[in-house]
């Protein structure tokens, strides 16, 4: 799937419009496909559109369009040819026969980028499960061999076809890559079962958006960086303390895209399961890019693909040393009022940023008021394991302690400490 060999591949994009279809916005999905196109290692050398009331089935784009595109791919020396659109196996037998050149689409380009990035085993089994689930459906008609019969010892009849065989094989693989991964969410879901009570922050956004910038620019962690889409797909999770002193877990997470195939992101529900356990989601947003806003759109239908739902949601504004009129500022805050305005890479608005999602966690605890006697100084160390004192006092009858913890713990505290709450009129 990888269409890297030597140098960059002569790659022409294109794209068919239909009639009700948004043109504005195909054209703008079409420049998105460029970007991915260079990341696979692609060299843009034509980009082609077409206008019709309906794809052709055999086809997707007319003879006309497809002969242009073949007399083009002769003349400029092309490898491959990427469709911004969807194509079904039957279209890409055609156009692969037709133009003689390697044809995919757009979720097809999206996998190949996911497996030379694929570094982790969990997310080398997260890709190869959605290049399965991608491969399935387009198995019919798209090989010559797929139409032989194949007789052996002891069957009946002329025996089963070989498309039959191939089918049975992937899907075969496919239960096989479920049940690694189910192993790993277990595994992943005790690791997070041990974090609780401490703090937890998920970056998500759009791919390209920061957030592995900003995940170094709170933590210091040393996360790869590359101005490149889907530069890295492994969930990464780092300690980092509020400005209290308070610990807390900031985890990044794969980018999302418009468009990106439903497989993959099932494929990756575990690696986003990070997001949906965790206290608060930071949107990372490039506030250069004239489109965030469609793509905060994205990010936030994706969230709710995933179920992820009424958890606090703030947006970091990143880049804003990009922007020329630092105005636009006032704008967007009064659009997006949970906003934060900060620029990763030059460091700025870090510890406000920092300062103020403190402060937005501490509005989620819930505080106590506590006269704990001598006699019961044993239950002391639990107070402190599942709550932060906040302030303590001694005296004649015991201590007289103030405590926040977290809505998770509120329940455990008023139980365990019940007999020794000081209750407010």
């Given at each position: ?346 460091n700025l608005h870090i510890n406000a940023l920092l300062q103020r999602l403190q402060e937005e966690y501490e509005k989620r605890n819930a505080f106590f008021d506590i006269r704990l006697p001598y006699s019961k100084m044993n239950l002391l ?45």
């Amino acid at each position: 799937m990888h269409i890297v060999d030597k140098g960059r591949e002569k790659t022409i994009i294109a794209t068919l419009i239909e009639k009700s279809a948004n043109r504005d916005l195909a054209i703008e999905y079409l420049s998105e496909l460029k970007l991915l196109v260079e990341t696979a290692g692609g060299e843009i050398v034509e980009e082609i559109y077409q206008e019709l009331e309906k794809p052709h089935v055999s086809t997707l784009m007319g003879k006309g369009k497809v002969q242009e595109i073949k007399e083009l791919c002769e003349e400029l020396n092309v490898k491959t040819v990427v469709f911004d659109n969807e194509l079904t196996s039957v279209q890409v037998r055609n156009l692969s026969n037709l133009l003689q050149v390697k044809v995919l689409d757009r979720s097809g380009i999206i996998l190949d980028i996911f497996a030379s990035h694929a570094k982790s085993m969990e997310s080398q089994l997260q890709v190869e499960l959605a290049q399965n689930q991608y491969l399935l459906p387009r198995l019919s008609k798209m090989w010559t061999h797929l139409s032989k019969q194949y007789a052996g010892v002891g069957t009946k009849g002329p025996g089963e076809t070989q498309i039959e065989t191939d089918r049975r094989m992937v899907r075969k693989r496919i239960q096989f890559l479920k049940e690694k991964l189910k192993v790993i969410d277990v595994q992943n879901a005790e690791q997070r079962k041990s974090r609780k009570g401490i703090p937890r922050l998920a970056l998500v956004g759009y791919t390209n958006a920061g957030k592995s910038t900003l995940m170094n620019a709170i933590t210091d962690a040393g996360v790869f960086v590359e101005d490149k889409l889907f530069a890295t797909l492994s969930t990464t999770v780092r300690q980092f303390l509020f400005p209290n002193g308070k610990k807390a877990l900031l985890s990044d997470t794969v980018g999302f895209i418009r468009k990106l195939p439903h497989h993959l992101v099932a494929s990756f529900r575990s690696t986003l399961s990070e997001a949906g356990e965790s206290d608060m989601i930071l949107v990372v947003v490039d506030v250069t890019d004239k489109l965030f806003r469609d793509q905060i759109q994205v990010v936030n239908n994706t969230l709710d693909s995933l179920g992820i739902k009424d958890k606090p949601i703030f947006y970091v504004f990143n880049k804003i040393d990009g922007l020329e009129f630092m105005e636009a500022i006032k704008h967007i805050e009064s659009e997006y009022p949970n906003s934060f305005f900060v620029s990763a890479k030059k460091n700025l608005h870090i510890n406000a940023l920092l300062q103020r999602l403190q402060e937005e966690y501490e509005k989620r605890n819930a505080f106590f008021d506590i006269r704990l006697p001598y006699s019961k100084m044993n239950l002391l160390n639990k107070l402190y394991e599942i709550s932060d004192v906040i302030a303590r006092a001694d005296d004649d009858d015991g201590i007289l302690l103030k405590v926040s913890t977290i809505p998770e713990n509120a329940g455990l505290v008023e139980l365990s400490f019940k007999e020794y709450l000081i209750l407010t009129p």
